[in-house]
T-cell receptor
Framework: AQRVTQPEKLLSVFKGAPVELKCNYSYSGSPELFWYVQYSRQRLQLLLRHISRESIKGFTADLNKGETSFHLKKPFAQEEDSAMYYCAFHGGATNKLIFGTGTLLAVQP | DGGITQSPKYLFRKEGQNVTLSCEQNLNHDAMYWYRQDPGQGLRLIYYSQIVNDFQKGDIAEGYSVSREKKESFPLTVTSAQKNPTAFYLC????????????FGQGTRLTVV
C-alpha cells in the first residue's frame, strides 16, 4: 500500500539556519509528490509539487527514487516559515491523496 | 473566499447521535475528499469521490458515511458506530488528475459529549 512517512514530529531551528524536513514514501511506481503547509490560523495549502521542480518561498524538494525520498529544504530559515508541513502522495491504482503525519517547524529568533 | 466551505466551524453532539458535516465547493472540481486530523497522526483519509454518484473508502472509513449527489457537495455523516468521533475534520477538492492542487476548507471541529 502507498504510504508517506515523516519521521520528525517537531523540528526546531534558529533563524538563518538550514532546514530539512524529511519525507519518505513507499510506492513501486512513479509517485506524484507534494508538500503542503499550514500556517497558524490558516487553511492547509499547497507549497510545492515535485513535477514543477520549482522553488517556493525559498523551499525546494527533490525526488530521489533510489532512496524513495522527497525531503523539503531551505538554506536559511525565517521566522515566518514556522508552520506545520505535510508531505503528500497522489496517484497509484486507487488515485488517493495521502498525507504524512506532518512536521511542525519552529524557527526561533 | 476560498471556494470550498465547511460548516459549521464547531459542532457539539451527544454520544450515540449521528451528525452530518457539510462541505460545498464552487471550484467546479470533480474530486472531493474528507480527512480526519488528530494531533500526531496527520491527515487520515476517510472517504473520497472522483465523480458525482461515486465514492470510495479511504483508510479509516468505519463509522462514517458519505454521499455525492451533486458535484458541489460532499457531506460526511459521523455515525454512532464511530468509536472516537471527537476530532477536527477537513474537506478538500481538486480537479481529477495526479498533478492537481487540492484546496481545503477551514475545517469542522466535532466534539461528542
Amino acid at each position: 500500500a502507498q504510504r508517506v512517512t515523516q519521521p520528525e514530529k517537531l523540528l526546531s531551528v534558529f533563524k538563518g539556519a538550514p532546514v530539512e524536513l524529511k519525507c519518505n514514501y513507499s510506492y513501486s511506481g512513479s509517485p506524484e509528490l507534494f508538500w503542503y503547509v499550514q500556517y497558524s490560523r490558516q487553511r492547509l495549502q499547497l507549497l510545492l509539487r515535485h513535477i514543477s521542480r520549482e522553488s517556493i518561498k525559498g523551499f525546494t524538494a527533490d525526488l530521489n527514487k533510489g532512496e524513495t525520498s522527497f525531503h523539503l529544504k531551505k538554506p536559511f530559515a525565517q521566522e515566518e516559515d514556522s508552520a506545520m508541513y505535510y508531505c503528500a502522495f497522489h496517484g497509484g491504482a486507487t488515485n488517493k491523496l495521502i498525507f504524512g503525519t506532518g512536521t511542525l517547524l519552529a524557527v526561533q529568533p | 473566499d476560498g471556494g470550498i466551505t465547511q460548516s459549521p466551524k464547531y459542532l457539539f453532539r451527544k454520544e450515540g447521535q449521528n451528525v452530518t458535516l457539510s462541505c460545498e465547493q464552487n471550484l467546479n472540481h470533480d474530486a472531493m475528499y474528507w480527512y480526519r486530523q488528530d494531533p500526531g497522526q496527520g491527515l487520515r483519509l476517510i472517504y473520497y469521490s472522483q465523480i458525482v454518484n461515486d465514492f470510495q473508502k479511504g483508510d479509516i472509513a468505519e463509522g462514517y458515511s458519505v454521499s455525492r449527489e451533486k458535484k458541489e457537495s460532499f457531506p460526511l455523516t459521523v455515525t454512532s458506530a464511530q468509536k472516537n468521533p471527537t476530532a477536527f475534520y477537513l474537506c478538500a477538492s481538486s480537479s481529477v488528475g495526479a498533478l492537481t492542487e487540492a484546496f481545503f476548507g477551514q475545517g469542522t471541529r466535532l466534539t461528542v459529549v
